[in-house]
């Protein structure tokens, strides 16, 4: 069995003058985005922001962290892509306005691709959301898994995951009942 490196000091990527990678999502809350522009500016670094794309494929990974990518469905029109990533350039531009930013269109796992990115970026840690509350979260989060658990099993970065909605522990339980 191959071993695989470990978390450890020797590994950490510094703070100072590392960028942080924040995953986006269409329509996402502007919490998100703005709680990583926060981080960044706070540490005088970049925040490169990414979407990874479920239903297209990378082909071939550039050094910059940027892809190649197709269609997983050959007979879907392959510009629907372009049409996402123009929403989510002006759904940033209206929330970062004060922090240097760049933007990435992914394809694939979503754990795999933000892994992918914030190595070549040389991140030093990765913010992510909350699922969106509901039955329909809950049953993807099941069958897929939570995608902050996934990266911070799987690669040596910190990672931030902002809430988008919280429990009333005093009102609700958190299993429903």
């Not at 986006?24 to 919490?31: D, I």
Request: glycine content about 8%; some cysteine; charged content about 20%.
């Amino acid at each position: 069995m191959k071993d695989v490196p470990q978390p450890s000091p020797a590994r950490l990527t510094e703070f100072s003058g590392s960028p942080i990678v924040v995953g986006v999502t269409p329509g996402q809350n502007e919490l998100v985005p703005i709680t990583a522009a926060s981080w960044a500016r706070a540490l005088g670094v970049r925040l490169v922001c990414a979407y990874v794309d479920t239903q297209r494929t990378t082909v071939e990974e550039f050094p910059d962290g940027s892809v190649r990518h197709v269609s997983i469905e050959p007979d879907v029109a392959d510009d629907t892509w372009q049409r996402t990533e123009a929403a989510l350039l002006e759904q940033l531009g209206g929330v970062l306005t004060d922090v240097e930013w760049e933007f990435h269109y992914l394809a694939g796992r979503v754990d795999r691709s933000l892994t992918h990115l914030a190595r070549a970026v040389d991140a030093s840690a990765i913010v992510v959301g909350t699922r969106v509350p509901g039955l329909g979260a809950r049953v993807r989060q099941f069958v897929e898994g939570s995608v902050a658990l996934h990266l911070s099993h799987h690669q040596h970065r910190p990672v931030l995951v902002v809430p988008l909605a919280v429990v009333d522990w005093f009102t609700k339980r958190p299993w429903g009942a």
